[in-house]
């Protein structure tokens, strides 16, 4: 899925410091997400978009804030409020045709996150 | 919400043998149901995915069987090979959920050589 770029690769954060993880894609998706990812552990959502403008909370969006001003980015920042944020963040995205659609969501390599 | 049971969470299998891993799933609304591929450090790849109206889908040494009654599928690897060695996520998608797609705790492979 060359596509889908996230970066860096690799991130430090420093107690007290907000981070921001990028994720571009052009594949003319219309939805974008981000999930969290712990060693030996599944994927976790952290927010959606379906559309430009307009994201949604998913099941551990405290500590973390998105923006969806362009179709292709959808960054994620990792407050200060997160106090556990070292993790292996993944973005994703997919075409959206409705509620009534089922599309397969296309991955990026990857936001590695550490604590200084 | 949706919930996505996934079994075994490690499984070994010697070169050549076949490997299954199964999920469960909670809504039965759900309609969509993809296979992603883990390699160490890497990205989430798709490998399979199955929709509701079929029992059963190939690809080569890859099958996906779905009993929508039991509300269960089964990921099936034949002829396995080292390069199989990975994680396996199943995944299970709500048409009617804006979410799209609830993964499964995910499924450490190791094919021994």
């Known amino acids: 899925d060359g596509g889908i770029t996230q970066s860096p690769k690799y991130l430090f954060r420093k107690e007290g410091q907000n981070v921001t993880l990028s994720c571009e894609q052009n594949?003319?998706?219309?939805?974008m997400y981000w999930y969290r990812q712990d060693p030996g552990q599944g994927l976790r959502l952290i927010y959606y978009?379906?559309?430009?403008?307009?994201?949604q909370k998913g099941d551990i969006a405290e500590g973390y804030s998105v923006s969806r001003e362009k179709k292709e980015s959808f960054p994620l920042t990792v407050t200060s409020a997160q106090k556990n944020p070292t993790a292996f963040y993944l973005c994703?995205?997919?075409?959206?045709?409705?509620?009534?659609?089922?599309?397969?969501?296309?991955f990026g390599d990857g936001t590695r996150l550490s604590i200084l | 919400g949706e919930n996505v049971e996934q079994h075994p969470s490690t499984l070994s299998v010697q070169e050549g043998d076949s490997a299954v891993i199964k999920c469960t799933y909670s809504?039965?609304?759900?309609?969509?149901f993809p296979w992603y591929k883990q390699e160490l450090g890497k990205r989430p790849q798709l490998i399979i995915d199955i929709r509701s109206n079929v029992g059963e889908k190939k690809d080569q040494r890859i099958a996906v069987t779905l009993n929508k009654t039991a509300k269960h599928f089964s990921l099936h690897i034949t002829e396995t090979q080292p390069e199989d060695s990975a994680v396996y996520f199943c995944?299970?998608?709500?048409?009617?959920?804006?979410?799209?797609?609830?993964f499964g705790s995910g499924t450490q492979l190791t094919v021994l050589p």
């Open positions: 594949l003319n998706h219309d939805a």
């Open positions: 995944a299970a998608s709500n048409p009617g959920s804006a979410r799209q797609l609830t």
């Open positions: 994703a995205s997919s075409f959206y045709a409705g509620t009534n659609s089922n599309q397969p969501q296309h």
């Open positions: 978009s379906q559309i430009v403008n307009d994201f």
């Open positions: 809504d039965s609304a759900s309609n969509y």
